[in-house]
């Protein structure tokens, strides 16, 4: 089969395709044959290297030498003690710990996939189970009369949190590059700025604010809250990460404002209701650009770039 494959940290260029065996599902996995695989910023980081945690499994080098979780196909082979899945099933899932969607075939825990609705294309059933969970916990406090913030709200995941927390009822501001101002506002951003240029620590204060690229001080991220408000980070740099965990923990205590790292809970139970609500039309699944397998490298920077519009992905089959 063909497959994109990296044997070493870097920039887009040390990935290559090559043909590669077909690999074999073991007890409790399937065997899917790809039809599209959603690109997410964790694929980047882990392309890359950073920040730090994305090595996980592999210091030295990659753990896996097929990148792409969010996979979306049909079931081609059924491993030992697996119920509920037959050959040709349609399914969709986010296979983190054995990624390999970026290839014609994949293995996945059966644990880790579910049917794919009817009414989805498998190109916008690839954009839901990271992405999804992500919005739907990060904005599970929103509600009437309460401010929301989402920092890199022009991605998958910020596309998606904005929606929610707007049909929640939130007045919601989004932060992202200028070139994503129209997108965030076309899927419901009450107010939209511009990092380069604004600061949305010393704006209003929030009620919530999801961090999805977390990388300034604690302090500020305090300042950004209103007394009682809760800000929650789920991507950025390491360092940042453990000042939230650790010092922002503290501070927010004192201070009577939560500071915390979104712990994402994973898997059909959390993706199916998301996308039980992009079949109803109450959230809108924003595909970007799709992209053929040769050219992972490009979808890659694309997303990894900050250029992205919602979601990119990669169309295999």
Same mark, same amino acid.
């Given at each position: 089969?063909?497959?994109?494959?990296?044997?070493?940290?870097?920039?887009?260029?040390?990935?290559?395709?090559?043909?590669?065996?077909?690999?074999?599902?073991?007890?409790?996995?399937?065997?899917?044959?790809?039809?599209?695989? /959603?690109?997410?910023?964790?694929?980047?980081?882990?392309?890359?290297?950073?920040?730090?945690?994305?090595?996980?499994?592999?210091?030295? $080098?990659?753990?896996?030498?097929?990148?792409? /979780?969010?996979?979306?196909?049909?079931?081609?082979?059924? +491993?030992?003690?697996?119920?509920?899945?037959?050959?040709?099933?349609?399914?969709?899932?986010?296979?983190?710990?054995? !990624?390999?969607?970026?290839?014609?075939?994949?293995?996945?825990?059966?644990?880790?996939?579910?049917? $794919?609705?009817?009414?989805?294309?498998?190109?916008?059933?690839?954009?839901?189970?990271?992405?999804?969970?992500?919005?739907?916990?990060?904005?599970?406090?929103?509600?009437?009369?309460?401010?929301?913030?989402?920092?890199?709200?022009?991605?998958?995941?910020?596309?998606?949190?904005?929606?929610?927390? !707007?049909?929640?009822?939130?007045?919601?501001?989004?932060?992202?590059?200028?070139? !994503?101002?129209?997108?965030?506002?076309?899927?419901?951003?009450?107010?939209?700025?511009?990092?380069?240029?604004?600061?949305?620590?010393?704006?209003?204060?929030?009620?919530?604010?999801?961090?999805?690229?977390?990388?300034?001080?604690?302090?500020?991220?305090?300042?950004?809250?209103?007394?009682?408000?809760?800000?929650?980070?789920?991507?950025?740099?390491?360092?940042?990460?453990?000042?939230?965990?650790?010092?922002?923990?503290?501070?927010?205590?004192?201070?009577?404002?939560?500071? +915390?790292?979104?712990?994402?809970?994973?898997?059909?139970?959390?993706?199916?209701?998301?996308?039980?609500?992009?079949?109803?039309?109450?959230?809108?699944?924003?595909?970007?650009?799709?992209?053929?397998?040769?050219?992972?490298?490009?979808?890659?920077?694309?997303?990894?770039?900050?250029?992205?519009?919602? $979601?990119?992905?990669?169309?295999?089959?």
């Amino acid at each position: 089969m063909r497959a994109v494959v990296y044997d070493r940290y870097g920039p887009p260029s040390v990935l290559r395709v090559e043909e590669v065996p077909v690999p074999s599902p073991a007890r409790g996995q399937l065997l899917v044959r790809v039809a599209a695989t /959603s690109v997410n910023l964790s694929d980047w980081e882990t392309l890359r290297g950073s920040p730090l945690y994305s090595r996980i499994g592999g210091l030295r $080098k990659p753990a896996r030498p097929v990148l792409g /979780s969010d996979i979306a196909g049909w079931v081609e082979a059924v +491993g030992p003690e697996v119920t509920g899945f037959a050959v040709g099933d349609e399914v969709y899932g986010d296979n983190l710990w054995l !990624k390999g969607g970026f290839a014609e075939y994949a293995v996945a825990p059966a644990s880790a996939l579910a049917h $794919k609705p009817d009414a989805l294309s498998f190109a916008e059933a690839s954009t839901i189970p990271q992405a999804g969970p992500i919005a739907w916990q990060g904005t599970a406090t929103a509600g009437p009369g309460r401010r929301v913030l989402i920092n890199g709200a022009g991605g998958g995941s910020g596309s998606f949190a904005i929606q929610l927390a !707007k049909r929640a009822g939130a007045h919601v501001t989004a932060v992202d590059n200028s070139d !994503k101002l129209d997108f965030m506002r076309s899927v419901g951003a009450d107010e939209v700025l511009d990092y380069r240029t604004q600061d949305f620590t010393r704006g209003e204060p929030q009620d919530l604010v999801l961090d999805l690229v977390a990388h300034r001080s604690v302090f500020a991220y305090r300042r950004a809250l209103a007394r009682g408000g809760r800000y929650l980070c789920v991507g950025g740099t390491t360092r940042a990460l453990l000042r939230v965990l650790t010092v922002g923990a503290a501070l927010g205590l004192s201070t009577g404002r939560r500071l +915390g790292v979104l712990v994402v809970r994973t898997g059909p139970e959390y993706f199916e209701p998301f996308a039980e609500r992009c079949v109803a039309g109450e959230v809108r699944i924003h595909v970007d650009r799709t992209f053929p397998l040769d050219e992972v490298p490009q979808a890659l920077a694309h997303v990894g770039e900050g250029r992205s519009l919602g $979601k990119v992905v990669v169309e295999v089959a």
